[in-house]
């Protein structure tokens, strides 16, 4: 039975973190849903509570987000886009503050990493918090003006906290790429520039990942992510994550997807999408 259309979209995180951003950005007509974890927005999307799930799978300073490429594999979810999303940081306080009053700031220890030359510069003292957009609502509870956080402005903007100073990151190119999760496949659509993603398992012969890689490089197909991890806690099973450019349905891709499946004892595609022009 095809679950009724909510118009809703589940992110990770509280009102105002950068995964509400993310659907804002890529799907600003629908309500934004916020759930505790990861594991949360896959089941509101599962149970069909939510039509979308927004995961963050990577940023450009930071790697990977550590638990998403396990979960999406038994997800039973499939990405239909991708979003990139640029991280800036911004000092939050309650209205009538000004810099100079600021003396600690709240924030995930990730983000204090992004801003240590603002800190350091001000003399700021700093709290680590366990979710960037929670510690903007702390703040606005407090009502104290020597009270700040590190938070987007769009966190600023739900718990009425004024901007002292935006844009304050030490890299100008941090950047958070997210995954648009739904529970049917979307394999049919055609952008000048698609990607496919998949997970795999090598069978367990000599050079069986270098064998398997190569119908990949022979035939032009340009991988952009490759990561392995361990199965089920074991040392000898061990899964690939890949991102390739490329439709299934190419000449290239799909004599290399075919190579591919001969050396594997799996393959599961994840999903076909067009890139995002951020990737241009």
């Not at 899964?239 to 190419?250: L, Q, R």
């Amino acid at each position: 039975m095809t679950a009724t259309p909510t118009g809703r979209i589940a992110f990770q995180g509280e009102p105002g973190a950068y995964s509400h951003q993310a659907c804002r950005q890529s799907r600003p007509g629908m309500e934004a849903l916020p759930c505790a974890t990861f594991e949360d927005v896959i089941d509101m999307v599962r149970s069909g509570e939510a039509d979308l799930g927004m995961l963050a799978v990577e940023n450009s300073t930071y790697g990977r987000v550590a638990d998403v490429h396990t979960l999406l594999p038994q997800s039973g979810l499939h990405i239909i886009e991708e979003a990139f999303v640029r991280v800036h940081v911004n000092l939050l306080a309650v209205k009538g503050a000004k810099l100079s009053d600021v003396r600690r700031v709240r924030c995930m220890s990730i983000l204090q990493g992004q801003a240590r030359g603002f800190i350091r510069t001000h003399g700021l003292a700093t709290l680590n918090w366990h979710d960037n957009a929670a510690a903007a609502r702390e703040v606005a509870r407090l009502g104290d003006k020597a009270e700040a956080a590190l938070a987007s402005e769009l966190a600023g903007e739900i718990y009425g906290l004024d901007v002292l100073a935006r844009q304050i990151e030490d890299q100008q190119n941090n950047t958070t790429r997210f995954l648009v999760m739904s529970r049917t496949p979307d394999h049919g659509r055609r952008a000048p520039h698609m990607m496919t993603t998949f997970t795999f398992r090598v069978r367990n012969i000599p050079a069986a990942l270098y064998k398997a890689m190569g119908g990949f490089a022979t035939n032009g197909v340009n991988m952009t992510k490759l990561e392995s991890y361990m199965v089920g806690g074991s040392f000898t099973a061990t899964e690939f994550y890949a991102d390739i450019e490329g439709h299934p349905d190419d000449p290239g891709v799909a004599r290399a997807l075919e190579e591919l499946r001969f050396f594997s004892k799996e393959v599961d595609i994840l999903g076909v999408y067009p890139a995002d022009r951020a990737r241009d």
